[in-house]
């Protein structure tokens, strides 16, 4: 690779991997014209599957990738074309021990139909209460009524005053109704 360490490796790979998941969504016959297609139903169900790609502790130096694993179900509704809220639940396991449970409120806003933004707040809440700012860009890509997405992350749990810094990357799949 060229010399770069495994850290700025692994970080160039993960930029390679969502700048190719882009331009195969962004390829794939989006539409851009209004009325080419019925809007999507108002409301939808998620479901999600998340890990910590690296975290930096307070005052620490970045330490690479959690094995964590954060699934999350949750609800959604559109308030109009281009702006949702979703409220998500569930739990975040590290090395295959529960480590959390959360509350995601989020609103998120679409600049294209193939690309969105989300501000996200978790909120943990067991086993200690925090507050979790998770500000996101996210790609999507609908088929129909049913809408995977990948979403990349930034975070910092500020809810202590002791913010840290992690980036982590979400697949999730939505279905409206």
Same mark, same amino acid.
């Given at each position: ?37 019925? #809007? ?7 479901? %999600? ?35 949702? /809220? ?24 679409? /600049?294209?139909?193939?690309?969105? /933004?989300?501000?996200? %707040?978790?909120? #943990?809440?067991? #086993? ?6 998770? #500000? ?40 409206? %109704?």
């Amino acid at each position: 690779m060229g010399g770069r360490s495994g850290v700025a490796a692994r970080r160039a790979r993960w930029a390679e991997v969502l700048l190719g998941a882009l331009l195969v969504l962004t390829s794939t016959g989006a539409r851009s014209v209004a009325g080419d297609a019925a #809007p999507p139903p108002a409301n939808y169900v998620a479901g %999600f599957v998340g890990t910590t790609l690296d975290y930096r502790p307070p005052g620490g130096r970045w330490d690479g990738w959690q094995h964590d694993v954060t699934t999350l179900v949750g609800y959604g509704r559109q308030l109009s074309p281009t702006v949702a /809220l979703e409220l998500d639940v569930g739990p975040t396991f590290v090395r295959g021990a529960y480590s959390s449970f959360s509350l995601t409120p989020g609103l998120v806003w679409s /600049l294209h139909p193939n690309v969105y /933004l989300a501000a996200r %707040f978790a909120i #943990p809440v067991d #086993p200690q209460a925090n507050l979790v700012l998770l #500000p996101g860009i996210g790609l999507s890509r609908a088929f129909g009524r049913v809408m995977p997405t990948l979403e990349l992350n930034v975070s910092s749990a500020v809810g202590r005053g002791d913010p840290d810094l992690g980036v982590s990357l979400t697949a999730g799949l939505l279905v409206f %109704f």
